[in-house]
């Protein structure tokens, strides 16, 4: 059946992204994306440090290579690696960062509040920070952080929102970091540019013609007048 296979392949690329995620935390791992071509299966790996990634020689992406091969099952899998220009834009990283910080033993609010800022900083129309577990006592709770302008629901949220989620063991339990950010070039179908007609731009580029022309007829005119004059006034003369 067709969406057996759907949710065959869509659960085959949720375990290779969770195995990269694994593999690749310290190399600030930013998410993946699968293509599939005539030549083999094209696994672009996107991360804040890419040479991490890659590895001395070639060691390391050679390692996963065979991993996705014998694993995953993918066939003739080739793994390319590119490096997040800016990684505050990353929800993935910015969740695992946050992570980070939470495991150091900072309060879950300065950190939350530090993360916005960068985000923001970067360029970000919206960010909302969601961290959940015991983080202030011994009963779970949640708490949301956000900033900026960010769409909850509806097509836009699917397609411009970018979402990342990150784990942290502490003393008191397992605490869950959320990041949705909505990135600078989201073009939202509410926004509304109002452009200047055409027609006026030309109409006041013909005005100044339209007045020489005019000045010109009348300068015609004055000279004919004048030559007019001119001969009446030898006539004049004559008599």
Do not use: W
């Not at 070039?185 to 109409?203: G, M, Q, R």
């Amino acid at each position: 059946m067709i969406e057996k296979d759907f949710v065959t392949e869509g659960l085959r690329r949720t375990k290779i992204d969770e195995y990269l995620e694994k593999e690749l935390e310290r190399a600030g791992y930013g998410g993946m994306d699968i293509q599939v071509t005539p030549l083999g299966t094209m696994v672009v790996v996107y991360a804040e440090r890419p040479g991490m990634v890659i590895g001395r020689g070639g060691k390391t992406v050679r390692a996963i290579t065979q991993k996705l091969k014998n694993k995953f099952k993918l066939e003739n899998p080739q793994v390319e690696v590119k490096e997040v220009e800016v990684p505050e834009l990353n929800p993935k990283i910015m969740a695992h960062k946050i992570a980070a910080m939470l495991q150091r033993g900072m309060h879950f609010r300065r950190v939350a509040y530090t993360a916005m800022r960068r985000i923001m900083a970067a360029g970000a129309q919206g960010v909302e920070i969601t961290i959940s577990g015991k983080i202030r006592g011994a009963r779970a709770a949640m708490a949301k952080f956000t900033d900026g302008y960010i769409k909850k629901c509806g097509e836009p949220a699917i397609e411009f929102v970018k979402e990342g989620f990150a784990t942290v063991q502490l003393k008191p339990g397992v605490l869950g970091v959320y990041v949705r950010i909505m990135p600078p070039d989201a073009k939202l179908p509410d926004d509304v540019e109002i452009k200047t007609p055409k027609i006026e731009e030309k109409a006041t580029e013909e005005e100044p013609e339209e007045v020489e022309e005019e000045l010109e007829e009348l300068e015609e005119e004055v000279e004919e007048e004048l030559e007019e004059l001119e001969e009446e006034v030898e006539e004049a003369k004559k008599e």
